[in-house]
């Protein structure tokens, strides 16, 4: 007998040995997360925050190696630049549905999130804002829309309750950007305040690419308000605040979150000091700690909405492991069930897929930074 056919079936013994050791390993499934925003212009800097959250959760996920549908999962994020734009955002919408990702973490703005949504919807996709407030938003019924944010018919009153209370506003002039955010929210103060029984001694408009408002402050000014609200965003807000002392308005300014920045802070100045300005959630607590002390060595101090964005990319990936699946059309009805402690506070969903118990924060500014002063409790 040859040496080969001695040794043969000890070979082929060892073989089915070292099979019958060794379990097959299933193929990894990567998993795509779209994010969009804007990642260029005037809020380029707020884009790239919610980015920077959406990132921060699934490097974390994919340090647990989850196992979903029997299967590790890797999870990679395709962000696209809306540019802030509602035309560019739906062709951004249309491009992350032929991508096929999975869910969907943007947009920013209100007036862009609206129209995107309805592609997503009718693709099967789930969408979550971090950011947008604007109560159209979810009452459409519209199926796979959610938000971990706060909407504008809960901070309007918020708001308007700290300018009538605290800051003893009797005659108050209202500012909006005419997007769908900052008139969206103007509107729901101006309501507010009414009720409250302030006189509104004025309302004017302009837009978000707006640098000069000498001649809107100057028509504010010669109507004396003790105080002028401003929904828009921070480029716009700074920018303003910064004119209205150099015309020498007396008036103290209230603006909304979108405008409740650091970076709002630094284009005023000197000018800031005193403003108040409202922000969905809650300033600090445990969970908000571990995310700061992860995301802040790696991408600095957030603008403003990173933390929503982080918590709304966890509620996706929870979803889909209560679901045990990857396919949007079995974890997200899980999505309305999720009840999850982020990084904002404890997040679970209505029928709508508004966030339950939305709290407001009030903040000044001191010093020259922003100051967490009170909380407002949603309903």
């Given at each position: 007998m040859s040496a080969w056919l001695r040794v043969a079936p000890l070979l082929l013994a060892v073989l089915a040995s070292g099979c019958e050791r060794t379990a097959p390993v299933a193929a990894e499934t990567v998993v795509l997360l779209g994010h969009a925003g804007p990642l260029t212009g005037s809020i380029a800097h707020q884009g790239k925050d919610d980015e920077n959250g959406v990132a921060?959760?699934?490097?974390q996920?994919?340090?647990?190696k989850l196992v979903i549908g029997g299967k590790p999962v890797v999870f990679r994020m395709l962000s696209e630049d809306d540019q802030g734009d509602p035309k560019v955002g739906t062709l951004v919408a249309q491009k992350l549905v032929d991508a096929k990702v999975a869910a969907v973490l943007g947009h920013l703005n209100s007036g862009v999130t609206i129209p995107a949504s309805e592609i997503y919807s009718r693709a099967g996709i789930p969408v979550?804002?971090?950011?947008?407030?604007?109560?159209?938003?979810?009452?459409?019924?519209?199926?796979?829309v959610f938000r971990t944010v706060g909407r504008d018919d809960q901070q309007g009153p918020a708001i308007a309750a700290y300018i009538a209370r605290d800051l003893k506003g009797k005659r108050v002039a209202i500012v909006d950007d005419k997007t769908a955010y900052g008139e969206g929210l103007a509107t729901e103060v101006e309501k507010a305040l009414r009720a409250n029984g302030v006189t509104i001694v004025g309302r004017e408009r302009t837009t978000d690419k707006e640098t000069d408002f000498k001649s809107?402050?100057?028509?504010?000014?010669?109507?004396?308000?003790?105080?002028?609200?401003h929904g828009g965003m921070d480029a716009t807000g700074g920018l303003m605040l910064k004119q209205a002392r150099e015309l020498g308005m007396k008036a103290q300014f209230a603006f909304g979150d979108g405008a409740c920045t650091e970076e709002m802070a630094q284009l005023a100045g000197a000018?800031?000091?005193?403003?108040?300005?409202?922000?969905?959630?809650?300033?600090?607590?445990a969970a908000s700690k571990e995310f700061r002390d992860a995301f802040i060595p790696k991408y600095g101090e957030t603008k403003l909405y990173a933390p929503f964005f982080y918590d709304a990319a966890n509620v996706v990936i929870e979803a889909m492991k209560r679901a045990d699946s990857v396919d949007p059309a079995k974890f997200m009805p899980e999505i309305y069930k999720v009840s999850l402690q982020g990084a904002t506070g404890k997040i679970e969903f209505d029928a709508k897929g508004d966030r339950r118990n939305a709290d407001m924060t009030i903040f000044r500014m001191q010093g020259g930074k922003i100051v967490p002063v009170t909380v407002m409790s949603g309903p």
């Open positions: 921060l959760a699934i490097e996920a994919n340090a647990k979550i804002s971090g950011s947008a407030t604007n109560p159209q938003l979810t009452e459409r019924g519209l199926k796979g809107i402050l100057t028509r504010i000014k010669s109507r004396n308000p003790d105080v002028v609200f000018a800031g000091e005193g403003l108040a300005c409202s922000q969905a959630g809650i300033p600090a607590s």
